[in-house]
């Protein structure tokens, strides 16, 4: 088992970049694709199909392994792999579980809506899947990232992740840290240029779901990148030189990681849906 580990649910609007956040994981990664997004993400790219081949090797030639998942069998042969230890990989990245869901609803029911005593096996398939996921990076050393992505629906006045049934008042506490990422507008103070910033929530706030477990974070991580937090949590990773350099504009307790972070001014203010 390695110190060295983060589990993360990352909830938010379309388009506010769950995706490039989860891919900044350290690599090699995989990425369990259900919204096809890996179109989109940058780096070497290989596909890989749990069901018929065993995961590839780490060859220098890729850093992102994609499955696609078009059926949930294909999430829970990956998983059978990982749980092994006959793979590469230093991070899984589910893309996102709100549409695995509608995956898993498929498998139990086709397309047929479903009935009372379905939600009980819908709700016991999800829990086991994001458990045992989660469970990886305290079991596998290889593994320092496990990274949940969710779509966010506002519930009473409160954005949270967005599942169907009982597990989505549960699964924002099974993780590290479960964080609301935005975007946000902010004008340059010399140029007067307007530039979107991606904001990642991870402290408490009355109106959208966010907590850490982990010491030392601040409220608001601007532009952030996995493999830099698990850098500065843990200490630099020798192995890997990352492409990101973080400036502190917010200074944090000595004991604390030092993150570039918006500091709070009472409560922060995401936009609202």
């Not at 230890?85 to 549409?99: A, L, Q, T």
Request: overall charge negative; glycine content about 6%.
């Amino acid at each position: 088992m390695s110190d060295r580990s983060l589990t993360m649910l990352v909830h938010g609007m379309s388009g506010s970049g769950k995706s490039t956040l989860a891919a900044s994981a350290p690599k090699p990664l995989l990425y369990l694709d259900v919204e096809m997004a890996s179109r989109f993400l940058r780096g070497r790219k290989k596909k890989w199909n749990p069901l018929t081949e065993a995961p590839p090797e780490a060859d220098g030639s890729w850093d992102i392994c994609v499955v696609t998942l078009d059926e949930f069998n294909k999430a829970q042969k990956a998983y059978e792999y990982l749980k092994s230890g006959r793979h590469p990989f230093k991070s899984v990245v589910v893309d996102s579980i709100s549409e695995l869901q509608s995956k898993a609803v498929e498998n139990i029911k086709g397309r047929q809506q479903l009935q009372t005593q379905d939600w009980g096996k819908l709700l016991s398939v999800m829990s086991f899947f994001c458990r045992d996921l989660r469970d990886l990076a305290g079991t596998d050393d290889k593994i320092e990232a496990v990274v949940i992505t969710a779509m966010s629906r506002d519930y009473d006045g409160i954005v949270k992740p967005y599942l169907q049934g009982q597990i989505a008042s549960q699964v924002p506490y099974w993780f590290d840290i479960t964080a609301y990422l935005y975007v946000q507008q902010v004008a340059d103070q010399i140029t007067g240029e307007v530039r979107d910033t991606r904001n990642l929530l991870v402290g408490n706030h009355p109106n959208y779901e966010a907590k850490s477990r982990v010491p030392g974070l601040p409220t608001v991580i601007e532009n952030p990148d996995i493999t830099v937090m698990l850098n500065n949590i843990f200490g630099e990773d020798v192995s890997v030189v990352p492409e990101i350099a973080v400036t502190v504009v917010q200074e944090l307790p000595a004991q604390g990681p030092s993150f570039e972070a918006v500091a709070p001014t009472g409560q922060p203010e995401p936009p609202s849906l």
